[in-house]
């Protein structure tokens, strides 16, 4: 059993940073981020294998960077130049088998952290 936590979140202005950390008790062979705004579906931002390798949904790309902090137990994902549309509840979550950013390759997920950007 995986647990995870995830912490990090608040309100922030148009064009801030916010990082997120998710607080694992053991990294699995995939770890994500996700997310979901009301009246929407949840929707992938990054993934990291346990090997290293990070898969991103293309609209992220290049704003948001996915990483991980073993010697603190922790995945981070840091998020630059935030707009309001990245207004919504973050998960972290954790896989067993193969690594991507869709919801299939998790089966265990967080609580979720709201992040809040106003104009």
């Known amino acids: 059993q995986v647990t995870l936590v995830e912490s990090g979140g608040g309100s922030v202005q148009t064009g801030e940073s916010l990082t997120l950390s998710c607080t694992v008790s053991?990294?699995?062979?995939?770890m994500g981020w996700f997310r979901q705004a009301p009246g929407k579906e949840r929707e992938g931002i990054a993934s990291?294998?346990?090997?290293?390798?990070?898969y991103y949904d293309e609209w992220v790309r290049g704003r948001f960077t996915i990483s991980k902090d073993s010697a603190n137990n922790r995945l981070v994902l840091q998020m630059n130049s935030l707009k309001p549309e990245d207004t919504a509840m973050y998960y972290c979550?954790?896989?067993?088998?193969?690594?991507?950013?869709?919801?299939?390759?998790?089966?265990?997920w967080g609580q979720g952290t709201q992040v809040t950007v106003s104009s």
């Open positions: 990291m294998s346990r090997g290293g390798s990070t």
């Open positions: 053991a990294f699995t062979s995939c």
């Open positions: 979550a954790a896989g067993f088998g193969s690594c991507g950013i869709y919801s299939r390759y998790f089966n265990t």
